[in-house]
């Protein structure tokens, strides 16, 4: 049976209790919304996969309660995220003034390079509003990106400026994040890399297949001989063994990297966008998400 997905990315959305965070994830995977609170009790997940570029992502979002009582159960799943919202309720200035704890658990739990974006929901009820954009827009210079939703209507209201506007139109509410997440600026590395292919007229999708191939020898290509340098975000120690070429120079810029894990398997990993994404482990299935916490 043909793989149904290429990468599987994990979303975690955090944030006071009736912010409308399961709404956002109902909005994202069913296009629905839902006017009744109904807390959620501990975490639910929904999963969709998205065509980004070629690649099938598969996102796989977890929904946590916001109840101050059930976060001794979601605290465990932020080990395991790539991507967090952190979400706030435009009309509820506490829920904006939590976001720093929030925040701060997030540091404490999460993998320390985690992808986060700040959401500021309810964006239709402009006459209730207590949370000015400006607000918003100011934790964004401190920290994650910020956007501002409606799950009611679907809508988003600005973008953050990371997030590419061709994109933006594909997604309603929670894609565009996820957009955001895949477009997000920082660029997440293995701890050490090992040898990196370049494959200039390779597809990204192409190359994921390629990567994920046992015998294929890897070898470096950079565009020495043209005077240029393309090895532009290289790991550190480059030389002989470490090394990253963009596969492209565009926005879809694919850096490859091979290493082994401490249990002596091999990982090939792609970061595309931004954010890593894996591709295969050679020899176990767990050590691979080490690769996440870099
Ligand atoms: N007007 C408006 N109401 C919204 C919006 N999004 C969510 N709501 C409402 O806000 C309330 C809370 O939404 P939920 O998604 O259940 O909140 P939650 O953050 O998941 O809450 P917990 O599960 O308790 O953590 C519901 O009554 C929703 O209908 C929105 O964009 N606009």
């Known amino acids: 049976m043909a793989k149904q997905y290429d990468v599987l990315f994990r979303l975690l959305l955090l944030g006071d209790s009736g912010v409308g965070k399961t709404c956002l994830l109902c909005r994202f995977t ?5 006017p009744s609170h109904i807390s ?30 059930y976060q001794t159960i979601t605290k465990q799943y932020y080990r ?18 939590h ?27 402009v006459d209730k509003r ?16 910020v956007t ?3 799950c009611k209507s679907g809508h988003q209201l600005f973008a953050p400026s990371v997030v590419n506007e061709e994109l933006c139109s594909l997604y309603s509410a929670m894609g565009l994040c996820a957009a955001a997440f895949l477009h997000g600026p920082r660029l997440h590395r293995p701890a050490s890399g090992v040898l990196v292919a370049h494959a200039r007229t ?10 994920g191939r046992s015998n294929v020898v890897w070898c470096r290509r950079d565009d020495e001989a043209n005077g240029r340098d393309d090895d532009d975000d290289a790991l550190p120690g480059n030389g002989a063994d470490h090394a990253a070429v963009s596969v492209t120079r565009t926005r879809t810029a694919v850096y490859v990297y091979i290493r082994m894990c401490v ?32």
């Open 30 to 34: 069913d296009n629905e919304f839902h």
């Open 148 to 150: 501002a939703v409606c």
């Open 40 to 69: 959620t009790i501990g975490v639910d997940f929904k999963m969709k996969t998205l065509v980004i570029d070629g690649i099938k992502v598969r996102t796989q979002i977890w929904d946590t309660a916001g109840q101050e009582r």
């Open 263 to 294: 249990a002596g398997c091999m990982h090939t990993c792609v970061s595309w966008l931004g954010i890593i994404l894996y591709v295969s482990c050679r020899g176990c299935d767990e050590c691979g998400l080490s690769l996440s916490a870099g």
């Open 130 to 145: 207590q949370v000015a954009t400006e607000q918003g827009c100011s934790l964004r210079d401190r920290g994650p990106p």
């Open 202 to 211: 390779l597809h990204a999708t192409q190359l994921i297949e390629t990567a």
């Open 99 to 125: 976001i720093m704890k929030w925040a701060s658990d997030v540091d404490e739990y999460a993998p320390e390079k985690v992808q986060k974006i700040l959401v500021g929901n309810k964006s239709d009820e």
């Open 80 to 97: 395991r995220a790539q991507g967090i919202f952190l979400v706030y309720d435009i009309t509820s200035e506490r829920s904006f003034q």
